[in-house]
């Protein structure tokens, strides 16, 4: 006999059955986190045995280097986990709890759709998160992993928050508001967005 996840378990000689559980869904900040932890590990894996030379090489006048890609998402990170921090402890101190799944709303999924790569309509980068050029590898790959390790500490802060409730400022304006969970998800499409022009940058090296 089948139930509706594959082949229902016999019963035991003692007449006992086994339980089927149902499967739990995994919590929004779960799957947050591993996307952070994975864009840790394509940062590694882009900059992996590159020399000062390689890694701020642009592949033409007025194109990023890898530096600049990763160096931009410093900036941003930086400015968006100061957000972050100030909007879960609104949170927590208004008392916005809820449990998910939590839905996005129509604009939002708009805007996480285009920033994810590809990239479909390419816009240059505000002048206060335009990175600077020729940083050390051994300066900006650092300062990305930790960066990262902020957004996850910022997740379990969020964890039990309504994430769609609380709202965060953006970096497009301090007007334009995005759902917690949203900025969360835009982050990670922003980061997996210039990584994906960080490899497109490595594939051009010059041998």
Known sequence: MR?????LPSRCGSGAAFAIIASVPVPET????RQFEQIQE????????LNEARFNWRPAPGEWSIEECLAHLVIVGQWEIRAIEQAVEQGKQRGITGQGPFEFGPIERFIIHQTEPPVRSPLPAPRHFVPLHGQPVTAVLPTFHHVQSQLILQLERADGLDLRRVKVPTPISRFFKLSLGAMFAQIAAHERRHLDQAWRVREKLPI
Request: charged share 20%.
């Open 3 to 7: 139930g509706p996840l594959g082949p």
């Open 30 to 33: 779960e799957l947050y986190r």
């Open 42 to 49: 394509q940062a590694s894996q882009v900059t992996a045995d």
